[in-house]
C-alpha cells in the first residue's frame, strides 16, 4: 500500500473536522513530501533536532502545521516554541511554567494541549487526574501559552473496553474543567494507529498517526 493508499483508508473512516497529525518521526523527508501532497499539513515530531532537519529541508512549504508530541528537556524547550505551532506533550506544571515565561518573552504564543494519565503508567510521563486538579489554580494564571486541550497516551495491553472507557474519562475530564474553570479544554489529542478510531469513537479531535500512514519505522 501506498502513503496515499493508506491515508485514502483512514479519511475513509475518521469524520472531515477531526485533525490527522500525520507522526513523522524517523521517517524521510520524501514521506514527508508524499502526504503533503495528499494533502495533510499536519505533521507531528518528537525529537528536536531530526524535526529541524526535517524543517530545513521544508522551508518552501509555509502552510505546515508542526505538531511536538515527545517529552520535552528545559533545554529545548525554546527550539520547541519557537519551531512548532501546537505541543501536545506539556507534562508537568514546572513546564508549563516554563514555556509561560519564554513565551513572554519571545512573544511567541504557542497552541497546547496538558499530558494526562487517566490510568496509572510509570513508563508514560503526564498528570495524574488529581495532580491535575491541584495544579489548575497556577495553569489558569498563565498568559502567554494557550492551554487548548488535554493530550493522552494510553498504556499497552488495554483492552477494546479499558480504551474505550479511557478515552471517555479523558474527555469528560476536559469538559469538566472547562466547566470549573478559566480553560477551554476544546481540542482532545488521543488516539494512534491502533486505537484511534476507539480514540474518534469517544470524542478525539486529534489523532496521532505514523505506522498505519507511513508503515513500520526503519
Known amino acids: 500500500m501506498t502513503i496515499a493508499e493508506n491515508l485514502d483508508k483512514i479519511m475513509g473512516q475518521i469524520p472531515s473536522d477531526i485533525r490527522l497529525v500525520a507522526v513523522t518521526k524517523k521517517k524521510s523527508v520524501a514521506a514527508i513530501k508524499e502526504a503533503y501532497n495528499y494533502g495533510i499539513r499536519d505533521f507531528a515530531e518528537s525529537r528536536v533536532q531530526e524535526a529541524l532537519e526535517k524543517q530545513e529541508q521544508l522551508q518552501d512549504y509555509q502552510d505546515i502545521c508542526w505538531h511536538f508530541i515527545g517529552h520535552i ?75 487548548d486541550g488535554l493530550m493522552t497516551i494510553l498504556p499497552l495491553g ?29 481540542e482532545l489529542s488521543m488516539g494512534m494507529s491502533n486505537d484511534y478510531l476507539l480514540a474518534v ?5 486529534m489523532i496521532r498517526l505514523g505506522t498505519i500512514i507511513f508503515g513500520e519505522r526503519d
Open 73 to 147: 528537556q528545559t533545554n529545548k524547550a525554546k527550539k520547541v516554541l519557537e519551531n512548532f505551532h501546537w505541543i501536545h506533550s506539556v507534562d508537568s506544571l514546572k513546564l508549563a511554567e516554563y514555556l509561560d515565561k519564554l513565551a513572554a518573552k519571545t512573544f511567541i504564543s504557542p497552541h497546547v494541549c496538558l499530558q494526562v494519565k487517566i490510568l496509572p503508567d510509570p513508563n508514560k510521563y503526564g498528570w495524574t487526574v488529581e495532580e491535575l486538579w491541584q495544579d489548575l489554580p497556577e495553569l489558569e494564571s498563565f498568559k502567554h501559552i494557550k492551554i
Open 158 to 186: 488495554l483492552s477494546q473496553v479499558e480504551c474505550l472507557d479511557t478515552f471517555e474519562k479523558t474527555k469528560k475530564l476536559a469538559t469538566k474543567i472547562t466547566e470549573k474553570s478559566s480553560l477551554q479544554l476544546k
Open 201 to 205: 469513537e469517544k470524542g478525539a479531535t
